[in-house]
């Protein structure tokens, strides 16, 4: 079965057919950096983290862009609030960006351009679009002609007209449609700025993208992502912008991903829910977020609570504690036994699952029961009294391969001292019960999370190792 995608422009899933085999080129839109990223801008790089690290696993050589929105009217204001430049502004957050996605598990992508280094591609780029018709010049600004681009609202499956029911020309705008929108806008005072033939000005928003996607991918790319609140105006924007400049097609799959609320209500700053992800994982396992996110599929919407992020926090470590029972048993197991074979097929048919579900959409939230799935099938296997090392180790490989291209990862969390104290405590009473297996169990459990124990005349003590 070949990978199936559900392509927002089609809105129906489309087997998935590179334009060029085996290599993928993807570009995912990245934030604006002015701030922390909240947890609905986390979203997108962990979804997409994922689907890149799938068609890697399928043999697939990813190409994956992902911008930074360096210069804008909200990086402005904050720079004037603060007293400070829009770069520092922009370096402090894209610092924290990358502490932030890091910790999630996502890996960086192949290039992340920023739109104050690519000022030559964007200013090609408007230039090309006036001297074909699509743009043009009003006092210093410059506007896309968007009734001239007849395919406009494909993406977002509007008529033109409908689109311009309830548009207005704002004060201060000098364009010809409502429908129009800016390319290059002139500077203010005071305003950071650049020089380009229509006077000193900045790129708009939307063109920042399509002149990077095709910098570094090329006129027409496989896959174009973000979040679904970008699928109307920023890519349809993208669409006209770039398929009227190459006369090609600019994207062949759109992905969007779902929103997110906080409590069952609409994230929004005006409602005081604003979640920052700088602050989530300084009281929570940033894996335990990520494996959150995951466990509903990416078009659907998530709703937030400290509730449900504790109950996805236990379930996530039921499967680790599963991955870690399997290394405390292998030790102890036989090379050989005699219905070896039929639990390696069981093993190979819930991976088999696992890919059909991955294979139809990215489906990460079917694909999370069959981790679970695994975790009983290890459970049911310890059970025995004659276990294989050939089966603990296709166990644990399954494990392995699974959690990675979750971006999980499988080793133990850090316990707090007062945990450990009380798992001493347990070791201490077990041996005065003469129960040495289970003494022998804690104390094996504490060396693999690296806590050396002392057993000394005055008691016993520990350390890390």
Request: glycine content about 6%; some cysteine.
């Amino acid at each position: 079965m070949s990978i199936q995608i559900y392509n927002t422009l089609t809105r129906s899933k489309e087997p998935f057919i590179p334009l060029e085999e085996g290599k993928v080129k993807m570009y995912v839109c990245g934030p604006t950096v002015y701030n922390y990223i909240h947890i609905g801008n986390a979203r997108p790089p962990i979804v997409f983290d994922t689907v890149r690290r799938y068609l890697e696993y399928r043999g697939y050589e990813v190409q994956y862009i992902s911008n930074f929105t360096d210069v804008d009217d909200k990086l402005i204001r904050v720079a004037n609030e603060l007293g400070e430049d829009v770069p520092t502004i922009a370096d402090r957050f894209i610092k924290a960006y990358f502490e932030d996605v890091t910790a999630l598990g996502c890996k960086r992508a192949d290039v992340h351009p920023r739109v104050t280094e690519s000022m030559d591609i964007i200013l090609d780029f408007i230039s090309t679009l006036i001297e074909k018709g699509y743009a043009y010049e009003s006092e210093g600004d410059v506007y896309y002609h968007t009734r001239k681009f007849k395919e406009y609202g494909k993406l977002s499956h509007q008529s033109i007209d409908e689109l311009r029911l309830g548009t207005r020309i704002a004060i201060g705008e000098k364009k010809q449609d409502s429908l129009d929108f800016v390319l290059w806008k002139a500077a203010k005072p005071g305003e950071i700025f650049w020089e380009s033939p229509w006077g000193k000005g900045r790129p708009g928003w939307h063109i920042e993208c399509s002149a990077m996607a095709k910098k570094y991918l090329g006129d027409t790319i496989d896959i174009h992502a973000g979040g679904q609140d970008l699928a109307f105006p920023h890519h349809e924007n993208e669409i006209a912008q770039s398929e009227a400049l190459t006369e090609k097609t600019f994207a062949r799959y759109w992905m969007h991903n779902g929103y997110i609320n906080i409590d069952n209500e609409k994230m929004s700053k005006s409602l005081g829910n604003f979640v920052l992800v700088h602050d989530i994982i300084k009281k929570h396992d940033p894996q335990v977020l990520r494996f959150f996110m995951l466990a509903v599929h990416y078009r659907n919407p998530i709703n937030y609570t400290d509730e449900l992020l504790e109950n996805t926090k236990a379930g996530l470590e039921r499967l680790k504690t599963s991955y870690q029972n399997l290394k405390h048993r292998r030790d102890a197991s036989t090379n050989l036994t005699d219905n070896d074979q039929e639990w390696l097929t069981k093993v190979t048919t819930l991976h088999d699952e696992f890919v059909r579900d991955m294979d139809d959409d990215f489906n990460t939230a079917n694909g999370i029961t069959k981790l679970f799935d695994l975790s009983k099938l290890a459970n049911m296997y310890l059970i025995e009294k004659n276990t294989s090392i050939v089966v603990i180790d296709a166990f644990m490989r399954e494990f392995e391969v699974l959690f990675g291209i979750l971006g999980l990862t499988l080793e133990a969390d850090q316990l707090l001292d007062e945990e450990i104290e009380a798992l001493i405590e347990q070791r201490i009473q077990a041996r005065k019960d003469r129960n040495f297996q289970l003494s022998d169990q804690i104390r094996d459990q504490l060396k693999e999370m690296n806590i050396i124990l002392e057993d000394t005349p005055q008691g016993t003590r520990w350390k890390r190792g």
